[in-house]
């Protein structure tokens, strides 16, 4: 069956929009994306392992699992150098369990105060995982290299997207239109990587 009419679907392992938006933009057309939110009875996912890889595999297999849908899980966070890569595979959590993006974000200008600019190197890390029902599981990583800004710059994005300086770029995260990140980020770098996978899961479902 042609890519175009697929019926195949995926379960994005997570709750976070602005990581579903990412993600729905590369799919092959066709594929029916489902969320956290359509599985509340779903018991979260405890993230106990020591790397992006370790999180994002367990997620995976797990909603995989439970679901009996091919999952996708996501884990991904930020490295900052003087903080011997803090906050990492913590980064959603980093000014606690509940916190919100605002206050992660000030928590890290705290810590990085009076820091100059030149030690202030940071990179995103993504990890990618793919795990079908049946246990098979595919993996990918993309990383960007940055630096963390002096205060936000940019309303687009989400997370410490507004601040996370590209060089290159001249630009925050949180300034760059979608189609612009997506040719730089962690993600997008993860996800280009495990699109192929993807377009072969779903061309054996169809087959």
Same mark, same amino acid.
């Given at each position: 069956?042609?890519?175009?009419?697929?019926?195949?679907?995926?379960?994005?392992?997570?709750?976070?929009?602005?990581?579903?938006?990412?993600?729905?933009?590369?799919?092959?057309?066709?594929?029916?994306?489902?969320?956290?939110?359509?599985?509340?009875?779903?018991?979260?996912?405890?993230?106990?392992?020591?790397?992006?890889?370790?999180?994002?595999?367990?997620?995976?297999?797990?909603?995989?699992?439970?679901?009996?849908?091919?999952?996708?899980?996501?884990?991904?966070?930020?490295?900052?150098?003087?903080?011997?890569?803090?906050?990492?595979?913590?980064?959603?959590?980093?000014?606690?369990?509940?916190?919100?993006?605002?206050?992660?974000?000030? #928590?890290?200008?705290? +810590? =990085? *105060? !009076?820091?100059?600019?030149? @030690?202030?190197?940071? &990179?995103?890390?993504?990890?990618?995982?793919?795990?079908?029902?049946?246990?098979?599981?595919?993996?990918?990583?993309?990383?960007?290299?940055?630096?963390?800004?002096?205060?936000?710059?940019?309303?687009?994005?989400?997370?410490?997207?507004?601040?996370?300086?590209?060089?290159?770029?001249? #630009?925050?995260?949180? +300034? =760059? *239109? !979608?189609?612009?990140?997506? @040719?730089?980020?962690? &993600?997008?770098?993860?996800?280009?990587?495990?699109?192929?996978?993807?377009?072969?899961?779903?061309?054996?479902?169809?087959?």
């Amino acid at each position: 069956m042609p890519l175009e009419v697929m019926q195949v679907r995926l379960v994005v392992a997570t709750r976070n929009r602005g990581k579903v938006r990412e993600i729905v933009d590369f799919l092959p057309p066709g594929v029916e994306v489902l969320t956290l939110a359509d599985f509340p009875h779903l018991p979260p996912v405890v993230e106990d392992g020591k790397s992006f890889l370790e999180n994002a595999v367990k997620k995976a297999r797990e909603v995989a699992m439970a679901t009996g849908i091919t999952a996708l899980a996501d884990d991904s966070g930020l490295e900052v150098e003087f903080l011997n890569g803090a906050p990492g595979i913590f980064s959603a959590r980093y000014a606690g369990e509940r916190a919100k993006d605002k206050e992660n974000n000030a #928590k890290l200008l705290r +810590e =990085l *105060e !009076g820091v100059p600019w030149e @030690k202030r190197r940071a &990179r995103f890390v993504c990890v990618i995982a793919v795990a079908t029902p049946e246990g098979r599981v595919y993996t990918a990583r993309g990383v960007c290299e940055g630096f963390i800004t002096f205060e936000p710059r940019g309303d687009k994005g989400f997370g410490y997207d507004p601040l996370f300086y590209v060089p290159e770029l001249d #630009k925050t995260f949180a +300034e =760059l *239109e !979608g189609e612009e990140k997506h @040719k730089v980020s962690h &993600r997008g770098k993860a996800l280009r990587t495990i699109e192929p996978v993807l377009k072969q899961l779903f061309a054996a479902d169809n087959s």
